[in-house]
């Protein structure tokens, strides 16, 4: 097969994820083109790799156009992450099947695999759970699932900032618990209800609440954050503070004692700093899970890394600790990338691809 990689991304945690392949490929004599929008499209300005195609496709892109791209294109293979709401990855998936191209997934999220219905020859995974849970779905039975590591594990497993321990260290002189919500979508509000009731009618002390929404909800949604902001103002028996942005959420998340999501990558990066996770599944963000990763519970949480919640709870930092009982086995292993090119170059021995 041509070394010659076309790799399609939408979001910044695809980007994150797949764009140390790129380098590692870059690094073995690989040829890497870039075809990326949204919020992914300036992170690759930033690396060495040539961005082929860039905001004109942020519009949604059908299959044909895609296609019409690889005919001219080429590549010996494409490589996608599979974002939320899915466009051109989903659009260039699909085209490199009708097309023959071999086709690599590298998903930055479990369950992200949901969000097309291409069929991939080699869907990269990041752990055993995710590979058992991919191997479980009929339509990858001829896609090769192979467990890579992950790329980000070096940051997800370091300490937290100098900023972040500052805070930290600030609230527990107060001997306040703090209590990280890390927003998502619209059911951003189940999670601030959720907080400010478990305080309210389940648990004394001391709390400080740090709230961060998604970034891509200030321009996209103001009046949701206006919203949000009017239920983070009513809780009478914590203080709400802003934190500089910073500071990363995933960074705050090292250090508050709590951190609440749905299922946001941040409650794997409060897991593995020892802290507590807590997936809130109202019925509005179950069903948002459903739709954006096909799974409805988050999968730490079968483990006992994580806590389910689907009501108030008592927060006290004992009570919640006896619930987890699988921390400290739940850890995330270095991306492997020799091991991923030499998957990728694998694929040299099935049929080269018939473009003209």
Same mark, same amino acid.
């Given at each position: 097969?041509?070394?010659?990689?076309?790799?399609?991304?939408?979001?910044?945690?695809?980007?994150?994820?797949?764009?140390p392949?790129a +380098?590692?490929?870059?690094?073995?004599g690989?040829s890497?083109r870039v075809?990326?929008?949204?919020?992914?499209? !300036?992170?690759?300005?930033?690396?060495?790799?040539?961005?082929l195609?860039g905001?004109?496709?942020?519009?949604?892109?059908?299959?044909?156009a895609?296609?019409?791209?690889?005919?001219?294109?080429?590549?010996?293979?494409v490589?996608t992450?599979?974002?939320?709401?899915?466009?051109?990855?989903? *659009?260039f998936?699909h085209? *490199?099947?009708?097309?023959?191209i071999?086709?690599?997934?590298f998903?930055?999220?479990?369950?992200?695999?949901?969000r097309?219905?291409a069929i !991939?020859?080699?869907?990269?995974?990041f +752990?055993e759970?995710?590979?058992l849970?991919l191997?479980?779905?009929?339509?990858f039975?001829?896609?090769?699932?192979e467990?890579?590591?992950?790329?980000?594990?070096d940051?997800?497993?370091?300490?937290?900032?100098?900023?972040?321990?500052?805070?930290?260290?600030g609230?527990?002189?107060?001997?306040?618990?703090?209590?990280?919500?890390?927003?998502q979508?619209?059911?951003?509000?189940?999670?601030?209800?959720?907080?400010?009731?478990?305080?309210?009618?389940?648990?004394?002390?001391?709390?400080?609440?740090?709230?961060?929404?998604?970034?891509?909800?200030?321009?996209d949604?103001p009046?949701?954050?206006?919203?949000?902001r009017?239920?983070?103002?009513a809780?009478?028996?914590?203080?709400v503070?802003?934190?500089? !942005?910073?500071?990363?959420t995933?960074?705050?998340?090292?250090?508050?004692?709590?951190?609440?999501?749905?299922?946001?990558?941040?409650?794997?990066?409060?897991?593995?700093a020892g802290?507590? /996770?807590i997936s809130?599944t109202? !019925?509005?963000?179950?069903?948002?899970?459903?739709?954006?990763?096909g799974? +409805?519970?988050?999968? /730490?949480?079968?483990?006992?890394?994580?806590?389910?919640?689907?009501?108030?709870?008592?927060?006290a930092l004992?009570?919640?600790?006896k619930?987890?009982?699988?921390?400290? *086995?739940?850890?995330?292993?270095?991306? +492997?990338?020799?091991r991923?090119?030499?998957?990728?170059?694998g694929?040299?021995?099935?049929p080269?691809a018939?473009?003209?």
């Amino acid at each position: 097969m041509k070394r010659d990689a076309l790799l399609v991304t939408k979001d910044i945690g695809g980007v994150r994820v797949v764009c140390p392949l790129a +380098d590692a490929l870059k690094h073995d004599g690989w040829s890497t083109r870039v075809i990326a929008e949204g919020k992914s499209l !300036p992170l690759w300005r930033e690396t060495g790799h040539t961005l082929l195609v860039g905001g004109q496709l942020a519009q949604p892109l059908d299959i044909d156009a895609a296609e019409v791209i690889l005919r001219s294109e080429n590549p010996g293979v494409v490589i996608t992450t599979l974002g939320s709401p899915i466009n051109l990855e989903d *659009a260039f998936s699909h085209a *490199a099947n009708r097309l023959d191209i071999p086709l690599v997934w590298f998903p930055d999220v479990w369950g992200a695999e949901t969000r097309s219905q291409a069929i !991939p020859d080699i869907v990269f995974a990041f +752990d055993e759970t995710e590979r058992l849970v991919l191997e479980g779905q009929p339509r990858f039975e001829h896609s090769r699932i192979e467990v890579v590591g992950h790329p980000l594990a070096d940051e997800m497993l370091a300490g937290p900032s100098d900023e972040a321990q500052r805070i930290a260290v600030g609230a527990h002189i107060e001997n306040s618990t703090i209590i990280l919500i890390a927003g998502q979508g619209e059911y951003t509000g189940d999670m601030i209800d959720f907080v400010a009731n478990s305080i309210a009618h389940f648990t004394e002390g001391k709390f400080i609440i740090i709230p961060r929404f998604h970034p891509k909800y200030k321009d996209d949604k103001p009046e949701w954050i206006a919203a949000w902001r009017e239920r983070l103002d009513a809780i009478q028996d914590a203080a709400v503070i802003e934190v500089d !942005p910073r500071v990363s959420t995933d960074d705050l998340a090292r250090v508050a004692d709590i951190t609440v999501s749905s299922f946001s990558t941040t409650l794997t990066y409060a897991a593995l700093a020892g802290k507590i /996770p807590i997936s809130v599944t109202t !019925p509005a963000a179950r069903a948002a899970m459903v739709k954006s990763t096909g799974l +409805d519970h988050y999968p /730490p949480t079968r483990i006992g890394a994580a806590i389910e919640a689907t009501e108030p709870m008592h927060l006290a930092l004992d009570s919640l600790r006896k619930k987890l009982g699988g921390q400290e *086995a739940f850890s995330v292993e270095a991306f +492997d990338a020799r091991r991923a090119i030499r998957v990728i170059k694998g694929l040299a021995l099935r049929p080269e691809a018939k473009v003209s």
